[in-house]
């Protein structure tokens, strides 16, 4: 291998994973939009949006220099404001005005600034996920709001809800949380369906793609199988910390298996439970994601216009 064309990296990074930068590497190449793009951003349980953004801005300035076009991240916080008795380890006392506004909590100065899109309950999976509703409903007043969206970035508990998120609005995951309803599954959030006055319509279009840092699938329970069921197509990403003492790597691979595409999507950096924001070469394997599938949308897109603006005899 020619030195230079990566950092080095520790002997635990798997040779599969460097074939996987140097193919992001090599994708980097494609043009970016000519096009501003917006992307959701989905914070970790006990984060806010505020603390998030803090903690990927050196990852925001990465992606403002690879997208010259313009590029929005949008860092909303989840609406469920957690208690002490909720989190298992320290957190900090402070507390911030953007997320005190958020439901659930009072504004007293000990309470932690710690939230989360939903409460696990359980000891060992399969977990129950406690408010997911309304995390859900959270996320889909986002959209209607601040969207449209071209794709969504979480971490932990934040990447578990992207893939969740992404799953929602592609085009028949609703006939497949009503199956799954009469079994015992949930039901299909009416908050991402839009009424047009003349029928209803999905809230918003399909996202383009979906990264996730050690993110998980929920397991074990019917619950949660719309989700999963059909295999998400969503082009998503997937990065996962070899030292993750928080997230086994069983539950992220969870989640990689119930991806229609996971060849070459996941990348392994040799870490901890974080967002690598700043390491070159994973930085790279992002922004090389994001290209390739957003050339690749925008290609799909000028074809399909093309093909309506065809003068046919039918």
């Not at 930068?21 to 000519?34: E, F, T, V």
């Not at 469920?80 to 909590?105: C, H, Q, Y």
């Not at 992002?286 to 949308?297: C, D, N, R, S």
Request: with cysteine; aromatic share 10%; net charge negative.
């Amino acid at each position: 291998m020619r030195s230079g064309i990566i950092p080095a990296l520790p002997q635990n990074i798997r040779l599969k994973n460097i074939l996987t930068l140097l193919h992001r590497r090599r994708m980097a190449q494609a043009p970016p939009p000519k096009r501003p793009i917006k992307v959701l951003m989905l914070h970790g349980f006990t984060q806010s949006g505020p603390l998030f953004h803090a903690k990927t801005r050196a990852l925001e300035k990465n992606l403002q220099k690879a997208f010259p076009a313009g590029i929005t991240l949008s860092y909303p916080t989840a609406p469920i404001r957690l208690a002490r008795t909720d989190i298992p380890f320290p957190v900090s006392t402070t507390s911030t005005t953007s997320s005190s506004t958020n439901e659930g909590g009072a504004d007293a100065e000990d309470d932690p600034d710690a939230w989360a899109w939903w409460r696990r309950k359980g000891d060992s999976e399969p977990y129950v996920y406690e408010g997911i509703e309304q995390g859900l409903d959270k996320l889909a007043e986002v959209l209607r709001t601040e969207g449209p969206f071209d794709g969504v970035i979480g971490f932990s508990q934040g990447g578990a809800m992207a893939a969740m998120l992404a799953s929602l609005l592609e085009p028949t995951r609703r006939e497949a949380f009503e199956k799954l309803y009469e079994v015992g599954g949930l039901a299909y959030p009416e908050s991402f369906t839009a009424d047009t006055g003349y029928a209803e319509s999905a809230l918003h279009t399909p996202l383009k793609f979906a990264v996730c840092y050690s993110g998980f699938a929920a397991r074990g329970v019917d619950t949660y199988r719309g989700f999963y069921e059909p295999k998400i197509s969503t082009p998503m990403l997937h990065f996962l910390g070899t030292l993750d003492a928080v997230v086994e790597e069983s539950r992220s691979l969870a989640l990689v298996e119930r991806c229609e595409e996971s060849e070459g999507r996941v990348v392994y950096h040799p870490g901890g439970h974080f967002l690598p924001s700043s390491q070159k070469a994973y930085v790279s394997a992002l922004i090389g994601f994001m290209k390739e599938v957003l050339h690749k949308a925008e290609g799909e897109t000028k074809e399909e216009e093309s093909v309506h603006n065809m003068d046919v005899p039918f």
